[in-house]
């Protein structure tokens, strides 16, 4: 089989088309498709990229490597025009974890003292494979790996997680990944102690690449998936609209509310749902009832959302203001990619920065939690907590 690439041709009215290229002994044969793709492109976008002339039948591999390039690095630069609130750069406490401590959440409940459990999972590549979820006592510092009694069958790459009583047990839910068999999952434990009991993986067709999870008191949950299809790279690029947030009852799964690119953090409280989205760079409100997410109401417009956690009544959002500056730190540890972190009123709409880290402490938040005075915020990648007083 040949290989292929896509280029993209901009015309008028908000329309452009695609064309497959296809390489033949070193060079490219172009296989005009009719494909007419109805996004709406700004035109500030359509001016920045290349316009391909329809008359040309034949380009070398490498400039069509180069076309391609030129349009993904020229969209994503669009936008690193977020200012950054630089005036709230300080010094943090650093805490050692795995790495890849993307998602967190307090424990108050299963240990005599309140605790963090944080899901770590390597996710560079190159990187020794790592899946555990730590736990950090604030109180006295101690750090540990929680045991986990699950079937061998298990492989172990925790994403999202959250913590939820349901009557008397404390369950784990987590987002789970096993990348060789192209397998998405949410898996339940019990949380007793130090110990994490497996209850059961949850399997199906529209949990088809999730993010974070939500749970209820009754048992239920809500998954967001980032997009239609795992990797699917040009939804995420072009803001393609058509991830899904899933409901599972019990027993099985049904689509809660759909629409979106890159959904990303999820979480409720008092009969309302929260939910973020890093490409369209918003923060949404539901009510939801019988399994549906209703009555769609913007919260806040911040650039890059990820991970939603309380804080009192309120809302803790980390973003990244600079998605260029994300990739490169996600291919290269050294490479800093700055975490601002908002606190949101849902109520009035109000938003305040509370923490804001160039990548000199901490690259790439995506989680920040407060307990007792001091804001907890974790990173995509690389192995350490950040601590910061919050006044």
Request: charged fraction near 25%; proline fraction near 4%; glycine fraction near 6%.
């Amino acid at each position: 089989m040949p290989r292929y690439a896509y280029i993209i041709q901009f015309g008028f009215r908000s329309r452009f088309r695609v064309f497959k290229a296809f390489e033949v002994s070193g060079k490219i044969e172009w296989r005009f498709q009719t494909i007419q793709i109805k996004q709406r492109i700004r035109t500030a976008v359509r001016a920045v990229f290349y316009i391909l002339p329809c008359e040309v039948k034949t380009f070398s591999y490498a400039r069509v490597m180069k076309y391609v390039f030129t349009c993904v690095v020229a969209l994503l630069a669009l936008n690193a025009c977020v200012k950054l609130p630089i005036d709230k750069q300080a010094t943090d406490e650093i805490i050692t974890v795995g790495p890849g401590p993307e998602d967190m959440v307090v424990d108050e409940i299963s240990w005599k003292e309140p605790r963090l459990l944080i899901s770590c999972n390597s996710r560079r590549k190159g990187e020794a494979d790592y899946g555990e979820i730590n736990s950090y006592n604030p109180q006295n510092g101690e750090r540990k790996i929680l045991h986990r009694v699950e079937p061998s069958s298990i492989h172990f790459n925790p994403h999202g997680i959250d913590l939820v009583q349901v009557k008397d047990s404390l369950i784990l839910l987590v987002v789970n990944h096993y990348h060789e068999q192209k397998e998405n999952s949410i898996l339940r434990y019990l949380v007793v102690k130090d110990t994490l009991y497996f209850l059961q993986k949850i399997v199906d067709p529209l949990i088809v690449s999730p993010n974070a999870v939500t749970g209820f008191a009754d048992g239920t949950m809500l998954v967001s998936n980032d997009a239609k299809k795992p990797g699917n790279f040009w939804h995420v690029l072009f803001i393609i609209k058509k991830a899904q947030i899933v409901y599972w009852d019990g027993s099985r799964c049904s689509v809660a509310s759909e629409g979106y690119c890159y959904t990303n953090g999820i979480t409720n409280k008092a009969g309302k749902v929260y939910l973020a989205s890093t490409r369209q760079n918003k923060v949404w409100q539901f009510d939801f009832k019988d399994g549906k997410m209703l009555n769609k109401a913007e919260v806040a417009k911040v650039h890059g959302p990820d991970n939603i956690r309380f804080y009192g009544d309120n809302l803790l959002v980390a973003c990244h203001l600079r998605f260029l500056a994300f990739i490169k730190h996600f291919k290269n540890a050294e490479k800093k990619s700055p975490t601002t972190v908002y606190r949101i009123n849902p109520v009035t709409k109000e938003k305040e920065v509370v923490y804001y880290d160039s990548g000199k402490e901490l690259s790439a938040g995506s989680t920040a939690l407060y307990h007792k005075g001091y804001l907890y915020v974790s990173g995509v990648f690389d192995p350490k907590l950040a601590k910061r007083q919050l006044k």
